[in-house]
Structure formats: structure tokens, C-alpha cells
């Protein structure tokens, strides 16, 4: 354990292999005791946050996928409310406006964040490294074709792309289409199918036979 | 304030504007008139959260562009959209 710092809410900041030394991180840090010191939140309020940020992970999304594909009423509920339906099933994301965009045979989704990398952190955890890439966030909103066709994603002029850039205060969740041959799946089943790419949009069909049994 | 000034489906302009504080405006799309796709929430300000609270809270939209307006080179499909979250005071009405 590092003893560069005593005193309670320090035990909160978890160094990884070295000590912060650039400038920023040495802010950020300094922001981070006045913060707390000042009492905007406690140390155990951050803990919290960082355990539900951990515990958040694409299965959330998948799960959602899943119940939109056995429950239309769900589905509509969903695709027209997103922030107000996840919370029926445990998730919530307020003030945030949840928005999940369906793919049909007509059209595919792809979400992006040109500015930064929002992403809705607190429902499918950590978001892929490419995700937050300049590549990623310059190239997918000027030639998503191109950008799709990279992750194994080809589409005919009979599919409209659209693609949504997350500038502001709405987070995206693609709805995938759901697999041939999962007639009779229970929505177990069906969100094992469900990966991340796919909630973003990187991936259209989804493999019912990558579930391990 | 809370009513908005623009209606689903109407053609909007998105300002150009060479701001030097924070805002949520990529340069791609300044400058592009596009459709109101959806009306959203009232949120803090970029601009203004920097030095404050966000105030005055504005109206948030959804606006959706064509991908042929956007790029002059655009190669796909000319029903590709591209669709992104603007704030009421970065719009004004289009024809």
C-alpha cells in the first residue's frame, strides 16, 4: 500500500502501477482531496460510484435487447421512453435521456462521439478503446460505410446507415435485430447472443452459435 | 423558455460560430440545415457551465442531416443520415 497518504479518503485512490506525475493527474488529484475535503461528496459516496461504474457491463444492454424481443409492449416502451423503461428493469440512467435506435432490414445504427467518448457508462460499463479512438470518432460520421465495412460490416444502398453522434446529453443504445433461428429462446438465451459491438452498432448480425451451452 | 421554438420536422439551420468557449457544436456540422428529429430535454448550457451553473437551461433537439449534404464526397447511400444533439440557441428557422 502506498503511505504517501493517511488520512481516510485517500485509501479511495487506487494507484495502478506508478504514481500520478504529469501535471493533469496531479490536478485532478488535488481537485479530488478539495473536493472531498470540502465535503460536495464523501469518500464513500465515491467508492460507491466507482463499485457501480465496475459493475455495469454490456449484459445490461443485452438484457434489454433480449426483453425488447419477447415483449413488444417493452419494445415500444422502450425505443419511445428508453430513459423511463430501463428502470423497469433496475437500470437508470436520469437525468440522462437513454436513446435506443432499432435496426431493421432497411436501416442500420451506429453510435459515435465526435467531441469526447460519451457513452452511457453507468448501463454497458467501460467503453472499447477504439470507441474513444480520434480514428474511430473522425472517420465514423464522414464514412461509416468504410468504418463498418473495417469491423466485418457490409451494407447494401438498400440499408440507410444513420449514424448518431453523441454531442450532448443523450446516450444510445443500438437494439440489434434479432437472430434467425431463435424462435423459442428465452431471454436468457437471446441476451447471450447480444455483444457490445452490436449495442454500438459496430456489429449487425449477430453468431447464436458463439453461446457456450 | 420551456416551450420549443422549433417544431418535429422542421428544416433548421445549425450556426457557425467561432465561439472560444466550450461548446458541444462539432465543426462538421455548423452551417448545415438539417430536421428536427426529436425534441429533447432543457440542459445547461456549455457555454455557460464553465463559469457557473449552465443558466439559463435551454432546449436540447435532436437534428437529422443528410450524409450528401455533409460530405461533398459522401459515397453512400443518399438516404444516409447522420443525426446529433444540438442546443435551441445554436438553431434558427431554414426554408
Known amino acids: 500500500m502506498s503511505d504517501h497518504h493517511d488520512h481516510d479518503h485517500a485509501r479511495t485512490f487506487q494507484p495502478d502501477h506508478t504514481e500520478p506525475t504529469s501535471d493533469a493527474a496531479l490536478l485532478g488529484l488535488a481537485l479530488r482531496e478539495l473536493l472531498i475535503s470540502d465535503g460536495h461528496y464523501t469518500a464513500q459516496e465515491e467508492l460507491r460510484m466507482m463499485d457501480a461504474m465496475q459493475k455495469a457491463s454490456p449484459h445490461n444492454g443485452a438484457l434489454l435487447a433480449a426483453r425488447a424481443w419477447t415483449d413488444p409492449d417493452f419494445?415500444?416502451?422502450?425505443?419511445?421512453?428508453?430513459?423511463?423503461?430501463?428502470?423497469?428493469?433496475?437500470?437508470?440512467?436520469?437525468?440522462?435521456?437513454?436513446?435506443?435506435?432499432?435496426?431493421?432490414?432497411?436501416?442500420?445504427?451506429?453510435?459515435?462521439?465526435?467531441?469526447?467518448?460519451?457513452?452511457?457508462?453507468?448501463?454497458?460499463?467501460?467503453?472499447?478503446?477504439?470507441?474513444?479512438?480520434?480514428?474511430?470518432?473522425?472517420?465514423?460520421?464522414?464514412?461509416p460505410r468504410t468504418v463498418l465495412k473495417e469491423f466485418g460490416v457490409q451494407l447494401g444502398n438498400d440499408v440507410e446507415v444513420r449514424v448518431h453522434d453523441s454531442t450532448a446529453e443523450l446516450r444510445y443504445m443500438v437494439l440489434p435485430q434479432r437472430p434467425r433461428g431463435t424462435e423459442g429462446w428465452s431471454a436468457e438465451q437471446l441476451a447471450a447472443v447480444v455483444t457490445r459491438d452490436a449495442l454500438?452498432?459496430?456489429?449487425?448480425?449477430?453468431?447464436i452459435n458463439a453461446v457456450a451451452d | 423558455m420551456s416551450e420549443p421554438r422549433f417544431a418535429l420536422g422542421q428544416r433548421v439551420r445549425i450556426a457557425a460560430r467561432d465561439v472560444a468557449?466550450?461548446?458541444?457544436?462539432?465543426?462538421?456540422?455548423?452551417?448545415?440545415?438539417?430536421?428536427?428529429?426529436?425534441?429533447?430535454?432543457?440542459?445547461?448550457?456549455?457555454?455557460?457551465?464553465?463559469?457557473?451553473?449552465?443558466?439559463?437551461?435551454?432546449?436540447?433537439?435532436?437534428?437529422?442531416?443528410?450524409?450528401?449534404?455533409?460530405?461533398?464526397?459522401?459515397?453512400?447511400?443518399?438516404?444516409?443520415?447522420?443525426?446529433?444533439?444540438?442546443?435551441?440557441?445554436?438553431?434558427?428557422?431554414?426554408?
Open chain 1, 200 to 207: 454500438i452498432g459496430t456489429q449487425r448480425d449477430l453468431d
Open chain 1, 75 to 143: 419494445k415500444h416502451r422502450l425505443l419511445n421512453d428508453g430513459a423511463n423503461a430501463i428502470k423497469e428493469m433496475g437500470f437508470n440512467l436520469l437525468p440522462i435521456e437513454f436513446t435506443v435506435h432499432e435496426n431493421t432490414d432497411s436501416t442500420h445504427n451506429v453510435i459515435v462521439c465526435t467531441l469526447c467518448s460519451c457513452y452511457p457508462r453507468g448501463l454497458l460499463g467501460m467503453s472499447p478503446a477504439w470507441y474513444k479512438s480520434k480514428n474511430y470518432r473522425a472517420r465514423v460520421v464522414r464514412e
Open chain 2, 21 to 95: 468557449v466550450h461548446h458541444r457544436v462539432p465543426a462538421y456540422a455548423q452551417g448545415h440545415v438539417g430536421t428536427v428529429e426529436r425534441i429533447c430535454g432543457l440542459y445547461g448550457q456549455p457555454e455557460t457551465y464553465i463559469h457557473g451553473d449552465g443558466q439559463p437551461f435551454t432546449r436540447l433537439y435532436r437534428i437529422s442531416l443528410a450524409q450528401t449534404d455533409l460530405w461533398p464526397d459522401y459515397s453512400g447511400s443518399s438516404r444516409d443520415r447522420l443525426d446529433i444533439e444540438i442546443f435551441e440557441h445554436w438553431l434558427e428557422a431554414s426554408s
